[in-house]
């Protein structure tokens, strides 16, 4: 009469199965991933953020961040001359002198971010 059993081999290798499989998916995580690919973050001094001080090349400190504001400065619904006295120095109270506690501004502010001033 036969028997219906596994064998050792087929019972290793369908144990063996699922593991390798959550090995492929761990080495392939998007945070794994991200690691290898990420550019470093930058950072940059006020002294560098001050030779960027004109409409046509505008970046400018808002908290503990650096903004290149250049491409925002004829977007601003509130004009460009508010925006343009921001350029080369910490605008933080400029901003805020409107904007704090804005979400709005700070969504549209967002983007420009290009670091971390030092
Ligand atoms: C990069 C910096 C800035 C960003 C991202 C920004 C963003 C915005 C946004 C999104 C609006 C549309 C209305 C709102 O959502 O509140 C706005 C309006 C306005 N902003 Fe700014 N802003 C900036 C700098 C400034 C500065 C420095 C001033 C003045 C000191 C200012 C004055 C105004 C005024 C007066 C309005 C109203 C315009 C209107 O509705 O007619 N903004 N801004």
Redesign the pocket.
Known sequence: MHTFTFSKRGIAAAAAFPLALSGLLLTASPSQAADVTAAPSKSYSLSQVKAHNKATDCWSVVGKNV?N?TT?IPK???GKT??T??CGKN?TA??N???KG?G??AR??APYKIGAVR
């Open positions: 903004y504001l925002w601003h619904p509130g508010v925006v006295a921001m605008g400029t901003f002198s409107q904007h804005s709005s501004a549209a502010l």
